[in-house]
C-alpha cells in the first residue's frame, strides 16, 4: 500500500526520534532495575544511553534544520538499518559463545546496547548520504540553469543586436523616418538592460549554495512593483487588492520574481488597455498554511509549451521561453519553498499564481530544501 504524501513528508523524524527515544528507555529501565559495577555501569549503560539520545538529538537536529521529508526518512531508514544490523550481530555474537558453552548475562540488554550503537551510525551514514544527493541534484539542476542562461543570452543579445544594427545603418538614409528608428533602438537597448539585470539576479541565485529564506511582508513589495509598472506604463490599468499585512517565508530576491510577473503582464499584453489585477488567497496543505498572490491579465496567455518548459526544468533548440522572466520567477519561487502554477483567465488572458509558506511573525533565516518545482 503506498504511503500518503503527508505522511511521507512528516514521519521522518518522529520514527527516528521514536528509535532513539525507544532505545534511551530501554537503557533507563537497566540501569534502574540493575547492580552493576563502575566499569560495566558506564560501558554497558552509559554509553549506550549516549549513543540512543545521540540518535533522538539528531532527529532534533533534523528538525530545527526543516529537514526535507524525504531525506528526513532515507536517514531513518538509515538508522534503523544500522540499528537491525548491529542488532543481529549481537545475536550471532551470542549464539557463537553458546556454540563453546559460554553464556552471556543479560542477553537481551547486549542485543539493545549494540543497536544503539547502530543507530546512531546508521544515522552518521544517512546524514552522509543525503548531503551527498543534495550536492548531486544541485550540480545537476545548476547544469540545467546554467544551459538556460546561455542560451537565452545568445539568442537574445544577438537578435535585440541584429536589430539595433540594422535600424542603426538606415538612420544614414533620408528617406527613413529617423525617430522611429531611433525610438526602436532605444527600446532595444533598454531590453538588453533589463536582460542584464535579470542576468545578475540569476547569478545571485546561482553563487548563492545555501538557501536564503527570511519572513518578509508581501503587500508593501506588491504595491511599489505596480506602482513602478503604472509609471512606465500609463495606459495600464492595475487593481491590486491585498490584506494590509501578508508575512510570507521567501528568498531575499522574492521582489525580482514578483516585478518579473507583474511586468510581463503588462508587456506582453497586447490589448490597448492592459488590465491586470493582484490579489492574494490563504492556502492550507499538509498542515501548513500559505498565501498564494495572484496575478491575472487580459493578454494573450502563456504558451502551453512554454509551460511544459517550465515543468521539465531545462530547454532544447526547438522547446525554450521567451526569455529569462518566467525561469528567474520560478527558480526563486522554489528557492522560496514554493510552487509556481498558470492558469487561464476568463474570459481571456492567463493567471500566474505564486504559493509561499505564511510566517509567523518577525524576519528571520529558514532552512530547507529548495527543490520545489512549478506546478500547473
Known sequence: MEVPPTVREHAGVPLLVGIGGGLFATHVWHAIGEEE?????????VAPMLFAAGVVGGGVWLWRRDTDGEYALR??????VGAAVLAVGGVLVILYQQQYGVVMDEQAFVV??????????????????????????????????????????????????????????????????????????????????????????VEQILTTEEVDRESQELTPTVEACCERVRRDNPSA?????????????AHRLIDSALANVIENAVEHNDKETP??????????????????????????GIAESEIEVLKRGYETD????????????????????????FEENDPEGSVVCLRLARADGGARSVGGSDTAAPAV
Request: hydrophobic letters at 40%.
Open 318 to 341: 526547438l522547446e525554450h521561453t521567451s526569455g529569462l522572466g518566467l525561469w528567474l520567477v520560478s527558480w526563486i519561487v522554489a528557492r522560496s519553498g514554493g510552487e509556481v502554477r
Open 237 to 249: 490599468e492595475i487593481d491590486v487588492s491585498l490584506p494590509p499585512t501578508v508575512p510570507v517565508v
Open 75 to 80: 536517514v531513518r531508514s538509515w538508522s534503523a
Open 112 to 201: 539493545v546496547n549494540a543497536a544503539s550503537g547502530g543507530a546512531l551510525l546508521g544515522f552518521i551514514v544517512g546524514v552522509y548520504d543525503i548531503r551527498q544527493r543534495r550536492a548531486e541534484e544541485r550540480a545537476t539542476r545548476l547544469t540545467r540553469q546554467l544551459t538556460v542562461l546561455n542560451r537565452v543570452l545568445r539568442h537574445d543579445i544577438r537578435t535585440n543586436a541584429n536589430v539595433i544594427q540594422g535600424n542603426a545603418s538606415l538612420l544614414t538614409e533620408e528617406s527613413v523616418d529617423t525617430d522611429e528608428k531611433a525610438d526602436t533602438i532605444r527600446q532595444q537597448a533598454t531590453d538588453l538592460v533589463k536582460l542584464g539585470k535579470q542576468a545578475r539576479s
Open 275 to 300: 488590465r491586470v489585477r493582484v490579489e492574494t488567497e490563504p492556502v492550507s496543505r499538509n498542515g501548513t498554511d500559505y498565501v498564494e498572490l495572484r496575478v491575472a491579465d487580459n493578454g494573450p
Open 37 to 45: 559495577s563502575a566499569a560495566t555501569f558506564l560501558l554497558g549503560i
